[in-house]
């Protein structure tokens, strides 16, 4: 069993991210002469590069291996079992990543080649199925992130923590057992907001705290409690929905401390590097080398290795490159 969930895991990256943000608009993008411009041709660069590369690579292995009987989970062998509207909502999809959250909820009909909603229709294939890179939805609502993140760190205070509380009230509400939360709520935008917001509040904390003053036994002990934590996330002995409001809680409290920490350490930094292309390339790695669901541990071993090493040649031949351009043009 996995120490945390991947739907747990995606909100945490989703506050992380938003704490991320935060720190680097007050260290680089608040002094620039035009901030907002410098943050969105930063993240542009930063996210549709890479993932227009590994488009390209997936189309390139779907070609290679395809005549041969390998079954890849990508979009272009499907593609014609759509109608021409779907293929172009697809095909606009795949290359602006707009809409992949919205398409995570539908399905393709098999009969008509059209979208349709995904709980009415057991007899269509999932959409996820038709994007190049399958788990692009979660890209998608963090894209849309960085088109807001500049005019939420602008808001008013009494405003952004009206928001943000907003947010949590329906995250709340949504989790309450008369109403039931559903997947529709998993994959959208305005119902992750909050993950994000929780990750500014935490850097506004660090920053009230002055967490950089803390004794280093103090950061380390908080980190090691976090770590044990998500661990034995599984066995937490409260329902799910408490499990996880104590756990993104924690998360949120201890996260300037956990920073503080390794914000230094040249190895968290290079795995802090590599998740970019590890989140691109798992499920290419999944297809080429093991079961979509893995039966043994041995298959998801397999999978993870593949996916590393796959990531690191990435990171090393295209990536570093990337950035390397990216930090020259972005002129602050």
């Given at each position: 069993?996995?120490?945390?969930?991947?739907?747990?895991?995606?909100?945490?990256?989703?506050?992380?991210?938003?704490?991320?943000?935060?720190?680097?608009?007050d260290d680089k993008f608040s002094k620039a002469v035009h901030p907002i411009k410098c943050f969105y041709k930063s993240r542009f660069l930063r996210i549709f590069p890479a993932y227009w590369l590994t488009i390209l690579l997936s189309t390139l292995i779907s070609l290679a291996f395809f005549p041969f009987g390998k079954k890849l989970c990508f979009a272009m062998m499907m593609a014609a079992g759509c109608n021409p509207l779907t293929q172009a909502?697809?095909?606009?999809?795949?290359?602006?990543?707009?809409?992949q959250?919205?398409?995570?909820?539908?399905?393709?009909?098999?009969?008509?080649?059209?979208?349709?909603?995904r709980d009415t229709h057991i007899t269509s294939f999932l959409a996820s199925i038709y994007l190049l890179v399958p788990q692009g939805w979660s890209l998608?609502?963090?894209?849309?992130?960085?088109?807001?993140?500049?005019?939420?760190?602008r808001l008013k205070r009494p405003w952004f923590y009206g928001l943000f509380l907003a947010l949590l009230a329906l995250e709340l509400a949504l989790s309450n057992p008369v109403i039931g939360k559903s997947w529709?709520?998993?994959?959208?935008?305005?119902?992750?907001?909050?993950?994000?917001?929780?990750?500014?509040?935490?850097?506004?904390?660090?920053?009230?705290?002055?967490?950089?003053?803390?004794?280093?036994?103090?950061?380390?002990?908080?980190?090691?409690?976090?770590?044990?934590?998500t661990l034995s996330y599984q066995y937490m002995p409260l329902q799910v929905e408490g499990r996880l409001i104590a756990f993104f809680t924690i998360v949120t409290l201890a996260l300037p401390a956990m920073f503080e920490l390794t914000r230094k350490n040249k190895v968290?930094?290079?795995i802090g590097e590599l998740s970019y292309p590890v989140y691109l390339l798992n499920q290419l790695a999944i297809c080429l080398v093991g079961p979509f669901?893995?039966?043994?541990?041995?298959?998801?071993?397999?999978?993870?290795?593949?996916a590393i090493l796959m990531a690191?040649?990435?990171?090393?031949l295209f990536i570093v490159r990337i950035e390397n351009y990216r930090h020259k043009i972005v002129a602050l």
């Open positions: 069993m996995a120490p945390l969930p991947g739907s747990t895991a995606v909100q945490m990256f989703f506050i992380i991210s938003g704490f991320y943000m935060s720190l680097v608009w909502i697809f095909t606009l999809a795949n290359v602006t990543l707009l809409g959250d919205v398409l995570s909820l539908f399905g393709v009909d098999q009969a008509t080649g059209g979208l349709v909603w998608a609502v963090e894209f849309y992130f960085y088109l807001s993140f500049p005019f939420l760190m529709v709520h998993y994959f959208l935008f305005p119902f992750n907001l909050h993950f994000f917001m929780a990750g500014m509040v935490s850097y506004r904390l660090g920053q009230k705290l002055n967490v950089s003053r803390w004794p280093r036994p103090l950061l380390l002990a908080i980190y090691i409690a976090v770590e044990a934590l968290d930094r290079f669901y893995f039966p043994n541990p041995a298959d998801g071993l397999k999978v993870c290795v593949a690191v040649a990435f990171y090393k």
